[in-house]
């Protein structure tokens, strides 16, 4: 198993484009997240998704979007780029009713620069 | 979501234990307590959890405390791939199982 991979790894964007970033999981999870961890702080939650087919705000969903049209892919996208958004950005899932056990499993992230 | 309240920085040495204090006085009933830990440029990964009694698992032990307010979490001979930020998380049964993370402990292991 992969577990939870990421794509891209690395991205540099100008203000005002638009970037999707994938998150991928293959261990059949049906709970996905999105994170952002800026300097020196704990992660924050983007939005969220406890299903295809359905997503949900978290903490800091102003200027993201998400989609979650198949189970093992959650996307993240940002329709118009600022400086603000420079972050690293990561995907976790888990499984099904955990309960509040089991345990999430994160991605490698993904750096994000916004000039 | 309860929070919890952790130093913010913790240094010991190579090969002896390391207690990682974390307190959570308004925790629930239900609440389960998860430790994470994030090694640099890395995502965070899951170390363990426990909900009343102490627990032990390959990584490291977590000691709850009888009221529950309270935790530790114990590496037992601290190698220099330790050095790490560690998150003390409380979840809930119920809802979409966010974590909420906070600043965590950065752990530092001299040689």
């Known amino acids: 198993n992969a577990g939870v991979t990421q794509t891209p790894k690395f991205r540099v964007l100008k203000t005002g484009q638009s970037m999707t970033l994938l998150c991928a999981q293959d261990?059949?999870?049906?709970?996905m997240y999105w994170y952002r961890q800026d300097p020196g702080m704990g992660l924050r939650l983007i939005h969220y998704s406890v299903g295809e087919g359905t997503t949900a705000k978290g903490e800091v969903p102003d200027g993201y979007n998400v989609s979650r049209l198949k189970k093992q892919n959650f996307l993240l996208g940002l329709e118009s780029a600022a400086p603000s958004q420079t972050s690293v950005y990561f995907c976790a899932s888990i499984p099904y009713g955990s309960g509040g056990y089991n345990e999430q499993f994160f991605g490698p992230g993904t750096r994000l620069t916004v000039l | 979501d309860a929070k919890t309240t952790q130093p913010n920085s913790m240094e010991s040495n190579e090969e002896e234990p390391v207690h990682l204090p974390c307190n959570h006085s308004t925790i629930s009933g239900t609440d389960y307590i998860h430790w994470y830990r994030q090694l640099p440029s890395q995502g965070p990964e899951y170390v363990i959890h426990?909900?009343?009694s102490n627990v032990n698992n390959r990584m490291a032990s977590l000691a709850i405390a009888e009221d529950r307010k309270s935790s530790t979490l114990i590496l037992h001979r601290a190698t220099l791939r330790d050095a790490a930020v560690y998150y003390c998380i409380l979840r809930g049964i119920q809802g979409a199982q966010k974590l909420v993370f906070g600043q965590g402990t950065r752990l530092t292991i001299n040689p």
């Open positions: 426990g909900l009343t």
């Open positions: 261990m059949n999870h049906e709970y």
